[in-house]
């Protein structure tokens, strides 16, 4: 197991603000930004911008750019999820063929769905006709209702072993190595002459995305990626000057720290449509945290050891909760030892007692049996005693009787 302080270490983030001429306006933000990392400070890691179209017959693109960021997230994750991420040329094969069907295919269901529950109402035709001026645009709208919810969608995927770019119509997607050389992973699309774009509600919109696969390993420069929607762009005047924003952001978090950053970030993008294009501007951060941003490191030191201190306080409180459970679980085994003792010593005291007495009824009953057998001998003795008497004092006086008596002679009469 890698431990955790050899890990590559890697943030994301980003802002979405209202451009300056939706605020005048009191239009909504067009613009939606979304990210997963399922592992803090750790890859994959998914970020997703998407813009949403701003014509008149595209007046629900607010919805069609959160349906575009949530259905690519979710198509990336399933993405990530492939078992057979270990043959990078199958991923990229599936990444080029595949992912861009089901990125639009789970959009364009999403809206349909959407729009089955909530059809357009009187007053978003109303609006429409009013903008337009022609009326020209309702029947455009009715004949390809996915035009409401037109959007862009911009993605980007790192994983350990590659990093997956994804692209359909306008917007950024900047790469800024260590030394904050500011580079591009596709080139300017020539389809996207001036406030035209590919959209996700094209027919066969799939095959409009651009993918690009690229196998990295450890000893990558890559320091930064930034994925932004066009009205960042449109607010310098030439490519080279808004190319420095991948340099300035890099300094500005190596100097202040990512999550200070984060936290002005929406300001400078307000300020940048203020002063510049008017549209809404998102901007999303990916970045790998390296050597030179000591100040993230340094907080990630602090927090890693404010953890182990709450762990080891932690620790210490159950120990200690755990010896006083084993003295009282003691003192309680004893006493109930004691208690099942002297349970014990007087169910015995009980059965001695018991067995006592009962003895000592034995005792009585055989004496009272001998002295009962003592006297029926003696009254048997006596009786036979008496009869032995009584047979010889018969005896007796038969025999006298006998001697006695004088036999009278024959013929004479005997007087009695």
């Not at 693109?61 to 349906?67: A, I, V, Y």
């Not at 904050?180 to 919109?205: V, W, Y």
């Amino acid at each position: 197991m890698v431990e955790e302080k050899n890990q590559v270490k890697w943030r994301v983030g980003g802002e979405t603000a209202k451009g300056a001429t939706h605020v005048r306006h009191k239009l909504p933000n067009q613009d939606y930004i979304d990210w997963w990392q399922p592992s803090r400070m750790a890859l994959p890691i998914v970020l997703v911008v998407s813009d949403g179209h701003g014509s008149a017959k595209s007046f629900r693109s607010d919805l069609g750019s959160r349906f575009a960021v949530e259905k690519a997230i979710d198509a990336l994750k399933t993405f990530v999820d492939r078992p057979d991420d270990d043959n990078l040329a199958a991923v990229k094969n599936y990444a080029e063929e595949q992912l861009p069907k089901e990125l639009v295919t789970q959009w364009k269901q999403t809206v349909e769905e959407h729009l089955g529950k909530q059809p357009f109402k009187d007053e978003e035709w109303q609006q429409l006709t009013e903008k337009d001026g022609t009326g020209a645009a309702r029947p455009v709208v009715e004949k390809n209702p996915l035009l409401a919810y037109g959007a862009t969608v911009l993605a980007v995927l790192v994983t350990e072993s590659f990093i997956l770019y994804l692209q359909l119509g306008d917007g950024d997607i900047l790469c800024v190595d260590s030394s904050g050389e500011t580079t591009r992973p596709f080139p300017q699309d020539q389809k996207l002459i001036a406030n035209e774009t590919t959209s996700l509600c094209m027919e066969d919109a799939w095959r409009e995305i651009r993918i690009r696969f690229v196998p990295h390993s450890d000893e990558d420069s890559l320091s930064m990626i930034l994925v932004s929607t066009d009205g960042y762009a449109n607010s310098f005047t030439t490519e080279e000057d808004f190319c420095k924003i991948g340099r300035d952001y890099l300094a500005m978090i190596r100097d202040e720290g990512f999550d200070a950053i984060e936290r002005q970030l929406k300001r400078f993008l307000i300020e940048t449509s203020d002063q510049g294009s008017g549209d809404d501007i998102t901007l999303g951060i990916i970045k790998r945290i390296d050597e030179k941003d000591t100040t993230d490191i340094l907080k990630e030191m602090n927090r890693r050891l404010n953890e182990s201190e709450a762990a080891h306080e932690k620790t210490e409180n159950e120990l200690e909760k755990f010896k006083k459970r084993q003295e009282t679980d003691s003192k309680l085994n004893l006493q109930q030892l004691n208690n099942f003792r002297q349970q014990q010593q007087t169910e015995i005291t009980d059965l001695q007692t018991q067995i006592a007495d009962i003895e000592n009824k034995l005792v009585t009953q055989k004496q009272a049996f001998k002295q009962r057998i003592d006297s029926l001998a003696n009254a048997l003795i006596a009786t036979i005693i008496f009869i032995i008497i009584s047979i010889i004092s018969a005896l007796t006086l038969w025999f006298w009787s006998a001697r006695t008596q004088t036999p009278s002679p024959p013929g004479s009469t005997q007087i009695r």
